[in-house]
């Protein structure tokens, strides 16, 4: 079974200090993991993922994230936030070779001026 | 630019008319998905193709029906629309490549009103 678990339902942030989202997952395969981006009123876009390779994984946009086996956690991180990642963050699990894929609730990430 | 296009962005339907949201895709990807997204929630899977293989979730009603006619195109049928089924239906698609790396690409979404 999978799931995933976003920790954190919303966080806020200063504009120019760094970007934490929480992300934790349980896969009964090995699983491959995405961070998505939606800001409101469009589609998803893909920040970054992991499938099995490097465990630090950078994205676009400044992001990265790294994948730890032994916490099951796959933590969205950016050194500094700009106005305009201001949108909801999605972390989604697959398993390798399978096409069910599992969303968490999102985090909805504030950037004050 | 290769993209996946969801028309139209916006559509009203009356509540039990039948309305169809119409997704395509330039990247050639052999597997498409429905999402229903309602407002302030994660995206749920309703079904997914796998080329003309049509993957359906348990729990999607039957209300939801979905065509495939080529590697294209592909629509989300709802046949008889209630007011809980307004929401957000995103399209995405992915590439089997073999290597489990399946990244789905998304299509702005086609947010639909029932009245």
């Known amino acids: 079974a999978q799931s995933v678990t976003q920790l954190d339902s919303h966080v806020s942030v200063s504009e120019g200090t760094p970007v934490l989202l929480r992300c934790n997952y349980s896969?009964?395969?090995?699983?491959?993991l995405f961070w998505y981006v939606q800001h409101p009123n469009k589609g998803l876009q893909l920040l970054l993922k992991y499938t099995s390779a490097a465990t630090l994984v950078k994205g676009i946009n400044g992001f990265e994230a790294e994948f730890k086996k032994s916490e099951t956690s796959f933590h969205l991180t950016k050194p500094s936030a700009h106005m305009s990642d201001a949108a909801e963050y999605f972390c989604?699990?697959?398993?390798?070779?399978?096409?069910?894929?599992?969303f968490g609730a999102g985090t909805r990430l504030f950037v004050k001026a | 630019d290769a993209m996946v296009i969801q028309n139209p962005r916006y559509q009203v339907t009356q509540f039990g008319k039948p309305v169809t949201l119409s997704c395509s895709q330039t990247l050639n990807h052999n597997v498409m998905y429905w999402y229903q997204q309602k407002s302030s929630q994660a995206p749920k899977l309703l079904f997914h193709?796998?080329?003309?293989?049509?993957?359906n979730e348990a729990d999607t009603p039957d209300n939801f029906q979905s065509r495939r006619p080529n590697t294209s195109f592909c629509f989300l049928d709802i046949r008889s629309p209630g007011l809980g089924d307004a929401a957000m239906y995103l399209c995405a698609t992915s590439r089997d490549k073999g290597s489990g790396s399946y990244e789905q690409y998304f299509g702005p979404g086609t947010r639909l009103t029932v009245t």
């Open positions: 193709y796998y080329d003309k293989d049509f993957n």
């Open positions: 896969s009964s395969y090995s699983p491959s």
């Open positions: 989604v699990v697959s398993a390798i070779g399978r096409f069910k894929t599992i």
